[in-house]
């Protein structure tokens, strides 16, 4: 047993569940979680964070059979198997007990509770989500199920010798998993059962275009090209059934010229060619819409390209506790075998980590993260080709070639590069933490390696790029106003009123546009405060004048 808590594991301290202080009702509802996931196990006598039971620990049969009996009661639709007694090496003893997903039903607690697991946080499911969780429930069991008794027999050879080749190349896959036959690689990825039945997940890689059309609702993909004024230029359709997932994606790359046009950097007196779109971006959206597609769900892909963006729709919306706000943090993949299979042979980053790879990217180039809509029936992904800033750039790359950057640390340069001075709320924010989520974790060494600096403090923190990093690189960085030191943008000000003389904010922000507008009036109520500016009417026609002017007349 792998000793972490993650999206199928959850660790409970035995006080929980035995004992006066005992909160069997709380074991309920992580039981509920996973039964309305895709299972799990409940470990019982190891504490939340910590990886062994205490050496002393023992535990006797009836308890835990007490504890079976009433999570049984407390439950509805909830499968608990094989509880088991399990000895540590340390000789203290825990025990486990395995939820099993609720296929069909809807699984609650006894006082009606709905909830679900998502990544290794549990939520309730509010009334209005409830269509969407039944909808998922079939999703989520959808590659697993029997295909109308179709035998690996009546599968296309040639599609078992592409898989099984590919497998067997594949530098994510380890010696143990080459040196197995054909039949046992096709079962270790459950595209056969015992039986030698297969899968619809078997059936989508290693079906004949006729058995993959019988599977469920037709699907199309398709490509489409539009010019400034919307108009379609261009299209292209694939369908599932003709392809297995692989020959499908590489068939799109192919296809997809106009996502490989780049544009021209300044350097200097040259002119770098730089991707619209980075290909990791687009490869990880193509694959995304592949893998997380809900097959259950009629309806079409969509990739529409634009002349400075592209979109990609996808039938079945986020999976249940995944939304725009936290795809960075959270994980519930809806068809883990398919994924599972893709990741081996390469074509897609690991559980969760597809959208690290995807703003990582998006920051090295300084382009805008995706926008994501998502509906019960639809995802719809926006990418714009659109650079924030040439200088972002350039930044970006003097840093890479020079420092060796993990990818959180790539995205918050990038981030910081982008808008030249964040407030520490605002790059939170960005990278979807929580308000008391620690940025330590996202700024790294950046800080250490003087890259980014801060000023101010608590809350008011601020965060920007240290100018001596790049005084002797011969970037050619214009200066902005937006990372000017206090003082000198009180100066500014200063010189601002004593030549256009008395002034509404708005009228000082008009004139010194490349100045962040906060940082302006922040400076002002701070000249207010310090008798440097005398005040003149009420709040929305206020003017402002030195007091050095008005002294002198």
Not at 543 to 550: D, G, H, R, S, V
């Amino acid at each position: 047993m792998s000793w972490s808590e993650d999206s199928n594991k959850e660790f409970k301290s035995l006080k929980k569940a035995i004992g006066e202080k005992s909160n069997v009702a709380s074991l309920a509802e992580t039981c509920v979680c996973f039964a309305n996931a895709q299972g799990g196990t409940l470990v019982i006598g190891i504490e939340d964070k910590e990886s062994a039971p205490p050496s002393e620990q023992r535990i006797v049969v009836s308890d835990m059979n007490k504890v079976m009996s009433r999570l049984r009661d407390l439950t509805d639709g909830v499968a608990m198997v094989n509880p088991e007694i399990l000895q540590h090496r340390n000789g203290g003893q825990y025990f486990i007990i395995k939820i099993l997903p609720s296929s069909r039903l809807i699984a609650t607690t006894a006082s009606g509770k709905v909830l679900i697991r998502v990544s290794d946080n549990c939520y309730p499911v509010k009334s209005e989500e409830l269509t969407n969780l039944a909808a998922e429930k079939n999703a989520f069991q959808w590659e697993l199920v029997l295909s109308n008794v179709q035998s690996l027999n009546d599968a296309d050879e040639n599609q078992i010798a592409f898989f099984t080749t590919k497998i067997r190349e594949s530098k994510r896959v380890s010696q143990f998993i080459r040196e197995k036959s054909n039949l046992e690689i096709l079962e270790f990825y459950q595209f056969v059962d015992e039986t030698g039945t297969l899968t619809n997940l078997g059936v989508l890689w290693l079906g004949t275009p006729q058995q993959r059309a019988r599977l469920s609702y037709p699907i199309t993909f398709q490509y489409l090209v539009y010019n400034s004024r919307h108009e379609k230029i261009r299209e292209r359709k694939w369908h599932f059934h003709i392809y297995n997932p692989m020959e499908l994606l590489l068939e799109i790359e192919r296809e997809a010229v106009e996502l490989t046009y780049t544009s021209d950097l300044s350097h200097g007196l040259f002119k770098d060619p730089i991707r619209k779109y980075p290909f990791e971006v687009i490869r990880e959206l193509l694959i995304n819409a592949i893998a997380h597609k809900r097959y259950t769900t009629s309806g079409d892909i969509f990739l529409k390209v634009y002349p400075d963006e592209f979109t990609i729709s996808n039938p079945g919306g986020l999976p249940l506790g995944i939304t725009k706000d936290n795809i960075l943090h959270e994980q519930r993949p809806r068809n883990p075998h398919l994924i599972k299979s893709l990741y081996d042979l390469s074509l897609m980053e690991g559980e969760g980590a597809g959208y690290d790879l995807i703003y990582e990217k998006l920051s090295q180039n300084a382009k805008p993260f995706p926008q994501i809509e998502s509906s019960l029936s639809k995802i719809t992904v926006k990418v714009s080709s659109t650079v924030i800033s040439d200088e972002a750039i350039a930044v970006n790359q003097y840093i890479n070639k020079r420092y060796h950057l993990r990818q959180k640390e790539i995205i918050t340069l990038g981030i910081i590069s982008s808008e030249k001075k964040i407030l520490a709320t605002k790059l939170a924010k960005k990278l979807q933490l929580a308000p008391d989520a620690k940025l330590k974790v996202w700024l790294g060494s950046l800080i250490e390696k003087d890259i980014v600096i801060t000023r101010g403090r608590k809350k008011g923190t601020e965060y920007l790029l240290n100018p001596e990093v790049f005084s002797n690189a011969k970037l050619g960085l214009a200066p902005s106003l937006k990372t000017v030191e206090p003082h000198i943008l009180e100066a500014l000000i200063t010189e601002d009123l004593k030549y256009n003389g008395e002034s509404s904010r708005t009228e000082v922000q008009d004139r010194l546009k490349s100045a962040n507008p906060k940082d302006i009036q922040k400076t002002i109520y701070q000249m207010v405060e310090q008798g440097k500016l005398l005040t003149k009417g009420a709040k929305r026609n206020r003017t402002y004048q030195l007091i050095k002017k008005i002294n002198q007349k």
